[in-house]
């Protein structure tokens, strides 16, 4: 018997986490008897070298798991011993993901997602392709399954079957294929179709070998896995699984018990009993075969906090890959999570409600958390908007979720059979965008429209003649036409009206392979991709390279005159060129790096979202929160009960802060009002800015001043005065500005386009100048102004030839000098004095 003591946070900040209150704390005891099975065992680690990679699949083959590290190579543990062994390619396979290996003896085989078949000799650590080179047609090996000297690939170019002893590869049949196992003397194959469940089959013993295919129509989502069950086959779909038997050719649909509305699964497995399943969402799913009993365990359950992306297990331990590392479980703490699963009665959603809405006493937490036991598809969120009083949610899975922010429902849609005349199978959501209330959404191999007032799609168009992993990466909405940047490929315009679709691709657009946003700034569309950010030329229809030195750019946001950036090491090494935060002035040219102001906001940014004086940035690494006011950042993470870590997407709708993550949808309010009817003046306020009806606005933050506390004042003049910039009432919009500088003087630095117009970049610059010598040498406002100059550069540059252009050459020489106080590099250094001395002739000669 044991007794424990915990001590709880009543209340906390909601914006961060306070430390100069101490916490009310209750302490509560209780008594249990501690069972034989929650001893935990001693389990073997990963080495330090390879504890955090990303893993991309685990296998158990030959009384070894193997991981398949991504870019890296491969390792393997001997459980019984302990022992561990890492095989590193040693970089010599561009963007080397691990999907399945095969042991023969000292030689391992290993299917890869780009690389083809790879051969390793695990005695010398020799890499190399099974053949003279890739294979043609063979670059994707999803799955292997070895008969005697052959070894089957399924593989998104076909299904085949690769000869050890003679080199030799054939191709079965065309198609993209995905799961693969052997069972009753039968190589089984599932092939994805849009129509429903396709199997293959072969017969190992007889040559020549010829497989018999066909089609279970009314089976969508399935096929994804299949796994040996004896006789059986076991085979994932929606909500649970299919067993197939291939001697009578029967199907049994099994269709899970849990209470929670569904999940996809894509990892199923024999273990203790009973069959477990890992969902796309990264949780588990245990059945019960004997009580016919259904578990759903997830991080609320004691899973541990990491996006799954493979499983399996030895029939005694769980080894998992994560996009954190590995990570292994012992039976002990399986049990245990299984036990907390079972006993969750999730009472606790309607105190957290309140909690979230009044910070009353029962708060425990500023978080609600919405996960598939609320109705989302999913939990792993793809991408988040904001419409009207709705949050809507893109999954990995088929449909969109709404949220209301008035009283957190949620309700699903699923696409019916046919939609627009065509049937179809949704993906994941990739990308999002809306336009009253059309929402438009796009993922792999498809885009689609659904109305949100009719509560049905009205439009889905799958991406046919494009290369095979094209999908959905950037929707532009515009009045006439409609703007879709697509992965490999190039873009799509759509005509909103005929309907029409025009396709843009060739050589001289120079596309990377990603093209991650499509957005409106300065009456202009910008693109962003690896290579950088790229502006339309309409007469051209390119888009043309814009001389910033940005890569891997990731996502983006308009902001006036100004595009807030977010980059994420991808195609290049990381570097302070393609990681963290930007800010982009498109008329001035003016780029600032918050890295280079000491900002702690990540390098791995996935999504960012300009709220007024805030802008939060959705990273790797957790979210972050830029005041533009005072120049600072903070982070929330599990100190502010915030569990999740990889923030993929972020959304703001009026007082409401909404992250996607691997762990479902989180909420936070971002600002309270001791009054409804200040929350609701508030509310009707950003809705009228974000609307772009700027002076309704600016009249709605003035009348929500009224209600609001002294310390949220600032937040709300701040809004006011952009609501009067964005107006074009520049004079107006300063004067608050102003009054806000006095205390802040850090926000000049957020005002680069209003100062430009009323007094001229060059005073601008000059003041910032100013504000860098009156801080104090060594702290962070002066390191944070010497950052936000450090990239002007070109954009003096500019200045300084179009004045030496109008004539004004003084001023021309003072805007280079101030290149040259200010510059690290010696290439713009010299070019400074160069331009210095030239234009001082010319003065001297005037």
Known sequence: MFSIAISLLSSMSLSGCRRDKKPAEYE???????????????????????????????????????FGLRGFGLARLKPETGKWSIYDAGGAYKKLEIHDVEPVGDIVYIGTGGNGLLR???????????????????????????????????????????????????????????????????????????EGLRLC?????????????????????????????????????????????????????????????SFQTSRIMKYRGGRLIVTTSGSLVF???????????????????????????????????????????????????????????????????????????????????????????SDKIFSLITVSDEVWVGTDFNGLTRISIKDFSLKTFLPEEKAAGAKKTFRAVTKMASDGDEIWHGGYGYFAVFDRRLEKWTDYFILRDMPESANIEAILIDPDSTWIGVRKFGYITIDRNTKKQEPHQGDYMRFSPHMTFLIRARESVWAGMDTGIRKFNAATGAFNHVGVDLFDVQTAQADGDAMWIGCRERTFPPGPNNSGVYRFDTRTRHLVSYNDAGAV????????????????????????????????????????????????????????????????VYAMPTIQFSSQKGRDAYSKAWKLYNAGRWPQAAQSFKKA??????????????????????????????????????????????????????????????????????????????????????????????????????????????????????????????????????????AKKR
Request: aromatic share 10%; hydrophobic share 35%; proline share 3%.
């Open 28 to 66: 509560i005891k209780y008594e249990a008897v501690r069972p034989e099975w929650a001893v935990e065992k001693p389990l073997p680690s990963p080495p330090d070298s390879i504890g955090n990679m990303y893993v991309d699949s685990v296998k158990f083959e030959g009384g070894c798991v193997w």
């Open 120 to 194: 390793l000799d695990t005695i010398s650590n020799r890499w190399s392709h099974a053949g003279p080179d890739i294979f043609e047609g063979l670059k994707s090996a999803i799955e292997l399954v070895r008969i005697k000297n052959d070894i089957y690939i399924s593989g998104h170019s076909g299904f085949f079957a690769y000869d050890t002893a003679s080199n030799r590869l054939q191709k079965l049949l065309d198609g993209k294929f995905s799961g693969l196992t052997y069972a009753e003397d039968r190589i089984i194959a599932s092939y994805i179709k849009e």
């Open 201 to 261: 089959l072969v017969n190992p013993n007889k040559r020549p070998l010829k497989p018999e295919c066909f089609t279970k129509k009314e089976t969508e989502l399935a096929g994804f896995v299949l796994a040996p069950d004896g006789s059986e086959t076991l085979i994932s779909c929606y909500d649970g699984y299919l067993i197939y038997n291939a001697k009578n050719g029967s199907f049994k649909r099994v269709k899970q018990k849990t209470g929670v509305e």
């Open 287 to 377: 059945e019960d075969i004997e009580k016919d009993k259904w578990v759903f365990i997830d991080v609320e359950t004691g899973l541990p906090d990491f996006a799954l992306t493979s499983a399996i297990t030895d029939g005694k331990n769980l080894y998992f890959g994560s996009d954190q590392g590995i990570r292994i479980i012992g039976p002990e703490r399986f049990e245990l999570m299984k036990s907390m699963a079972e006993s969750k009665d999730g009472a606790d959603g309607a105190a957290n409600e309140k909690s979230i809405l009044t910070g009353g006493a029962k708060a425990s937490s500023p978080w609600r958390r919405f996960t598939v036991r609320d109705g989302l598809l």
């Open 601 to 664: 906001c990540g390098t791995h940014v996935n999504d960012l979202f300009v709220d007024g004086p805030n802008v939060w940035v959705a990273t790797k690494q957790g979210i972050y929160k830029h005041s533009r006011l005072t120049g600072r950042w903070e982070r929330f993470g599990k100190d502010c009960g915030l569990e999740a870590n990889n923030i993929t997407a972020v959304a703001v709708n009026s007082d409401m802060l909404f992250l996607g993550s691997n762990q479902g």
């Open 705 to 842: 001043l009224d209600f609001a506390d002294d310390n949220k004042k600032e937040d709300l003049l701040y809004r006011l005065a952009r609501s009067h910039e964005m107006n074009g009432d520049k004079e107006t919009a300063y004067n608050i500005y102003e009054s806000l500088l006095k205390k802040r003087p850090l926000l000049l630095l957020d005002m680069q386009s209003i100062y430009t117009d009323l007094f001229g970049y060059g005073n601008y610059i000059d003041e910032v100048r100013k504000i860098c010598e009156e801080t104090k040498e060594g702290a962070y406002d002066r390191k944070y102004c010497n950052a936000f100059l450090a990239r002007s550069e070109p954009s003096l540059k500019r200045y300084a030839l179009n004045l030496e252009r109008g004539g004004n050459v003084e001023e021309a020489v003072r805007r280079w000098k101030i290149v040259a106080d200010i510059t690290a590099d010696k290439t713009w250094r010299a070019e400074a004095k160069e331009n210095i001395s030239r234009l001082s002739d010319v």
